[in-house]
């Protein structure tokens, strides 16, 4: 059997590696950052990105996004053409959900993990805790409401964070333990709501 040799394969047909579909979610991470894209198309897109199979599957991913237009094209000699550099979340870190809820039993969110913009953390009669500290933050700015009803939330930021606490302790406590000051490029970390009957700490660690 004789297989006849193309002399230049296009790009588009080419088989992408892991590196080239990590590349291709940290552009959708950078896009969702700047409210180029909705928290739906970058799930949807970084699916199909971690799914993809050739160039072609992934540079229909970005087309639309400024960043890729503006990445520079590699040298034609090349052997695996690639994104720019990936800057955020690499493949496969799970988002954290928007809403974790405690009602007499407990909830954890720990390790690698993407958060968004805003989260709602709510204790009844149980405790919710948030450890942080492995996070990839998609956003300069996020707000996380916390809610302690007889019970307790705990949220633990990494250091370098800029953390605001604004909430309110009815018969309870919203406490910020251990405040510093962060890294001008950390992300900045609201934390409001109310604790009734519970608590609510913030911890820098």
Do not use: C
Not at 19 to 47: K, P
Not at 107 to 127: I, S
Not at 150 to 177: L, T
Request: charged share 20%.
């Amino acid at each position: 059997m004789h297989v006849r040799r193309v002399g230049t394969l296009r790009r588009d047909v080419l088989r992408a590696s892991d590196q080239d579909r990590s590349r291709v979610v940290a552009l959708l991470s950078d896009a969702l950052g700047l409210g180029q894209i909705t928290f739906g198309e970058y799930e949807e897109r970084s699916q199909q990105a971690v799914e993809a199979r050739t160039f072609a599957d992934l540079d229909r991913l970005v087309v639309d996004l400024p960043a890729a237009q503006a990445a520079p094209a590699p040298p034609s000699s090349a052997a695996t053409p690639a994104y720019r550099a990936p800057s955020h979340a690499p493949a496969g870190v799970p988002r954290m959900g928007e809403t974790k809820w405690a009602v007499m039993s407990e909830t954890k969110v720990h390790g690698p993990v993407a958060v968004g913009p805003e989260h709602t953390a709510t204790a009844f009669w149980g405790g919710v805790k948030l450890d942080l500290r492995e996070a990839t933050f998609l956003v300069g700015d996020v707000t996380i409401n916390a809610y302690a009803v007889m019970g307790g939330v705990q949220i633990i930021v990494p250091r370098g964070a800029n953390v605001n606490v604004d909430g309110v302790g009815v018969m309870g406590a919203f406490e910020h333990k251990n405040p510093e000051l962060g890294d001008p490029n950390g992300p900045r970390i609201t934390v409001k709501g109310f604790a009734f009957w519970g608590g609510v700490e913030v911890r820098v660690r």
